[in-house]
């Protein structure tokens, strides 16, 4: 059964760093790309960025480049979201997703909620 | 970068309506299109992929369709679990861009 298992809810400053994960299950890792995507509380969902495990060739969203950084590790089967400087306006649930050989997202994480606030 | 239109933002429909929410590309994207279904405070749930595909375990009430630029979800007849906002989402390139959703509720 393919899995995605996300850390749990953060709760941050601003300006603090922040590294969540996600570890996959059941399936070939190495194989598919898994992508990032936030929710902001009553918005929809949005593209962050994804990497292919294999050879980690990482893609990002205009919007995010720059802002976050998308990382995996081979070795224990989990991808990474991280900031080096959270702000307020990263309070989000963020979810990650297994891609398919086309490209959309069929198996998606629990979700991360993270908050941040001084 | 594509941008993704959703129409109509929001609708309120009868059990056993048909309800058709459309989702435009402002390039096309052949046939790059998956529907999701979000319910409020779940995970986004695969509908339709390839413009009209149906995800194993969807019920057949569901249906999509379009190619390039314009695309359809369809609920043939609409039942109370049906209660979500949907998305629909392009992935032929990056950024796989979402719409702005539709929220359906029931009249």
């Known amino acids: 059964e393919v899995q995605l298992v996300q850390s749990g809810a953060e709760v941050k400053k601003p300006g603090e760093s922040l590294k969540i994960s996600c570890k996959g299950s059941g399936y070939s890792f190495t194989s598919y790309w898994i992508g990032w995507v936030r929710q902001v509380p009553g918005n929809g969902p949005e593209w962050m960025g994804i990497?292919?495990?294999?050879?980690?060739?990482?893609r990002y969203s205009p919007s995010f480049q720059g802002q976050v950084t998308i990382s995996a590790d081979k070795s224990t089967s989990t991808a990474y979201l991280q900031w080096s400087g959270l702000k307020a306006s990263d309070t989000a649930m963020y979810f990650c997703?297994?891609?398919?050989?086309?490209?959309?997202?069929?198996?998606w994480g629990q979700g991360t909620l993270v908050t941040v606030s001084s | 970068d594509i941008q993704m239109t959703q129409s109509p933002s929001s609708l309120s429909a009868s059990v056993g309506d048909r309800v058709t929410i459309t989702c435009r590309a402002s390039?096309?994207?052949?046939?790059?299109l998956a529907w999701f279904q979000q319910k409020p405070g779940k995970v986004p749930k695969l509908l339709i992929y390839?413009?009209?595909t149906l995800q194993s375990g969807v019920p057949s009430r569901f249906s999509g369709s379009g190619s390039g630029t314009d695309f359809t979800l369809t609920i043939s007849s609409l039942q109370p679990e049906d209660v979500a906002t949907y998305y629909c989402?392009?992935?032929?390139?990056?950024?796989?861009?979402f719409g702005q959703g539709t929220k359906v509720e029931i009249k």
């Open positions: 390839a413009a009209s």
């Open positions: 989402q392009k992935y032929n390139s990056v950024p796989k861009t």
């Open positions: 390039q096309g994207i052949s046939h790059y």
């Open positions: 990497i292919y495990p294999g050879d980690s060739d990482t």
């Open positions: 997703a297994r891609h398919d050989s086309t490209g959309f997202g069929d198996y």
